[in-house]
């Protein structure tokens, strides 16, 4: 059974930094690429960061270029989301995704195109 579980999300005041962690269970995460996504009240849920298998590749929405970062760690079916310079837009839930090699070549930023999905963990930016 495959798991994603999402920790270290909280409140924060604008202008701080939190880092989120997505550890992985059922599945090899060196075969997976791994998105962040995040969804405030009301919202779709909307893309946030990208990195392929071999971290060589990593991809950011507009919105969060240069101040998050993702990064993972093959060894310990881990992924990272560093996020700094939080705005109060930031405020959503935010969901580690993994997806397999039979979406190669898609819409890394489409929830779609993921096969599995952690529970979310609340971030709220205060102002």
């Known amino acids: 059974q495959v798991q994603l579980v999402e920790s270290g999300g909280g409140l924060v005041q604008a202008g701080g930094s939190l880092r989120l962690s997505c550890a992985a269970s059922g599945l090899t995460s060196s075969t997976y690429a791994l998105g962040w996504f995040r969804q405030a009240p009301g919202k779709e849920r909307e893309f946030a960061a990208y990195?392929?298998?071999?971290?060589?590749?990593?991809y950011y929405d507009d919105s969060v270029k240069g101040r998050f970062t993702i990064s993972r760690d093959n060894a310990k079916n881990t992924v990272y989301l560093q996020m700094n310079r939080l705005k109060p837009e930031d405020t959503a839930v935010y969901y580690c995704?993994?997806?397999?090699?039979?979406?190669?070549?898609?819409?890394?930023?489409?929830?779609?195109?993921?096969?599995?999905w952690g529970q979310g963990t609340q971030v709220t930016v205060s102002s």
């Open positions: 990195i392929n298998i071999r971290s060589t590749v990593t």
């Open positions: 995704a993994a997806r397999g090699t039979r979406y190669s070549g898609t819409d890394w930023s489409a929830p779609r195109n993921y096969d599995y």
